[in-house]
Each structure stands twice: as structure tokens, then as C-alpha cells.
């Protein structure tokens, strides 16, 4: 269904949750690129209310604070609910702060156990995303025999199981093993 016009906008709020619909509408409108459909569904998205705007799922309690700030807010950012309450969305209840000092504020007395903190590092080990490098020793007097030998970089990088940019980054940093010793 394609909009051209905008209408004004009905809120269906089926988790329930305190919002000043007045503020969302103009938040969602401020939000979207494009006229949206006349009425909208607020509804529980993980924990949090939340709305769908140009096919996106953002949180309410997000939005209104980016509205607020007419700026988007980056993810190194949490929307606080001062009340403790995640369905009071309105704009009273809503404070922006630093994620590790959101984390601390929510932590704060709370005794990690062994147990948890075992769980955390399995998590850790097990998330995908970025990678930590690892250091690889390269000898640089078996680097220079093997460049002798003719090996080629991307033999020698299975050889030390490593990326064949390190072995590259290497001879970059050491010229003198592509000399050719005059006998």
C-alpha cells in the first residue's frame, strides 16, 4: 500500500505501554523518510516497546530520545528508564547515558559469582565479529632460507599458520632476506 499523503497517525498500543502518542507520532514522522500508514502498532519488541518505521524495528524509548536530541544516538549510548520501569516511555522517565556507566548503574552491588563469570568468558570465546591477532613468531633466519628456496608467501604462511600478509609485512620490515648473497 503506497501513502501519498499523511494522515494522521492512530496508535494501537497492544504491550500496554505509558507514551505520549502526541510526541511519537511527531517522533516517528520526524523519523521516516517517507508518508506512513494511518494507523500503527506499538508492540513488545525483546523487553521494550517498540514501533516499525520504513521496516525497522527501533525502541520507542530510543526514538523519543533521538527526537529529542534531533540527532541520531550511536549504540555506544543507552536511553536509561529513571523509574526502573521499561513500559514508561515518556520523555520524563528517559535519561541518555555512556553504555559502561548504564552497565555500572545496574551492577552496582550486584556480586558476580565463579559461575557467572565462567559463562561470560564462554561467551566471549564463542562470539563471532572481530578478531584478536595473534602473534606469530617468525624466525627471520628460516624466513630467509625458505625465500632461498624458492617458497612462495603464501606456502610460507601455512607453514606458520598465520595470514600471508604477516609474512609479507615481514619482508617489508626486514629487505635485507631478498638479498642474494655473491658467492
Known sequence: MTVKIQRKIRWINDCNCKVDEFLLTKASLWKS???????????????????????????????????EVLNDIPSTFCIHHLDGNKMNDSIANLAIMVAGAHNSHHMKG?????????????????????????TVKVPLNELKEFLKDGKSINWISHYYECDWSTIKRRINENPELLEVEHE
Do not use: C, F, W
Open 33 to 67: 523518510k517517507r508518508p506512513m500508514t494511518s494507523i500503527k502498532h506499538i508492540y513488545k519488541y525483546g523487553n521494550y516497546a517498540a514501533v516499525t518505521i520504513d521496516g525497522i524495528k527501533i525502541h520507542v524509548h530510543r526514538l523519543l530520545m533521538e527526537y
Open 110 to 134: 550486584h556480586i558476580v559469582t565463579d559461575k557467572q563469570r565462567e559463562m561470560t568468558v564462554k561467551a566471549d570465546h564463542q562470539q563471532k565479529g572481530m578478531r584478536i591477532r595473534r
